[in-house]
């Protein structure tokens, strides 16, 4: 989403052409990876109220 943008309404976040495309693409893909861990966790605590962390554990053991 935030290339579309960027893209579409001329974004000076992200280049748009070349090496400097790929590296910051390379560098935006690897934060995104880095954060489904933790973000997940999260809104699984989330939607639960906080209240069954059991549950969230006896998942992470499967």
């Known amino acids: 989403m935030i290339t579309y943008l960027n ?3 001329g974004g000076k976040i992200i280049p748009k052409e070349g090496m400097a495309r790929f590296k910051a693409m390379k560098w935006l893909m690897l934060e995104n990876k880095g954060l489904h861990g933790p973000y997940s966790k999260f ?3 989330k ?3 906080g ?5 969230y554990k006896n ?4």
């Open 43 to 45: 809104m699984f605590i």
């Open 59 to 62: 998942i992470q053991k499967r």
């Open 51 to 55: 209240e069954d962390m059991l549950a």
């Open 7 to 9: 893209d579409k309404y």
């Open 47 to 49: 939607r639960n109220g």
